[in-house]
């Protein structure tokens, strides 16, 4: 989606980043502000699925997008992990009041985030944009339930059989594979192990030949031995 910072009056824009910095500062119980230094009208966040609810101990991230009428027009939201909820569509797009009829510029973001996050709570079947949930809430909770958590354990934790939703850090988790490459990665003996195993050059050869002449030697004093000792009992007969 195009950004519409070039859109938005100078005004406005310095108002929404004010916003947006106090958010980042001092975020909502259980939401996570993601801001972009790059475009200012789409927010990302990720909020922790409530307790009490088929999202608990689920991590889902969303994004609101400010259009070039805010805030005079209300923004829009999208879940970008995978939800089973009546009021999210298969696009992860969000119907809820807040962002549209009820919407009002002085609400600001934090009331919108707030308000997305109570829906997790108390979803609304009778705006349904995922029908089969909205069905579902209304006539079999417990399947409803269900169907919501196993999504939830897939899509929104981590661990196996699951990624977690919110935007990881580059520093935290796994770190990218190098390259195959990477003289580091190749296998074999490193080069400190080298000189240790094989030497250099006619050292190298020398020492082989030493080791070969060795064990020979041992094997042959060994069969002496066995020998000497076998006359020895035959003498005793």
Request: hydrophobic share 35%; proline share 9%; charged share 25%.
């Amino acid at each position: 989606m195009n950004s519409n910072v070039e859109n938005l009056p100078p005004h406005v824009l310095r108002l929404v980043y004010k916003e947006v910095s106090a958010l980042a500062a001092d975020p909502p119980e259980g939401i996570k502000i993601y801001p972009s230094e790059e475009d200012i009208t789409e927010l990302h966040t990720a909020i922790e699925g409530p307790e009490g609810t088929p999202f608990a101990g689920g991590i889902f991230r969303m994004r609101l997008v400010l259009g070039k009428d805010f805030p005079a027009v209300p923004p829009k939201g999208y879940f970008l992990t995978k939800i089973f909820h009546p009021n999210v569509g298969h696009k992860g797009e969000i119907c809820v009041n807040v962002l549209k009829r009820d919407w009002k510029a002085e609400l600001g973001l934090r009331h919108v985030l707030l308000t997305i996050k109570c829906l997790l709570i108390h979803p609304n079947p009778e705006s349904a944009l995922n029908e089969e949930a909205g069905r579902l809430l209304l006539e079999d909770y417990a399947e409803y339930e269900s169907r919501a958590h196993l999504l939830t354990e897939i899509h929104a934790m981590g661990g196996p059989g699951g990624t977690s939703g919110a935007p990881q850090d580059p520093n935290d988790g796994p770190q990218p594979k190098k390259h195959a490459g990477d003289p580091t990665k190749r296998a074999g003996p490193s080069a400190a192990a080298v000189p240790a195993t094989l030497g250099n050059g006619a050292n190298g050869a020398s020492t082989t030949t030493s080791n070969n002449n060795s064990s020979s030697s041992s094997s042959n004093n060994v069969a002496g031995k066995k020998k000497a000792d076998k006359k020895r009992a035959l003498r005793r007969l």
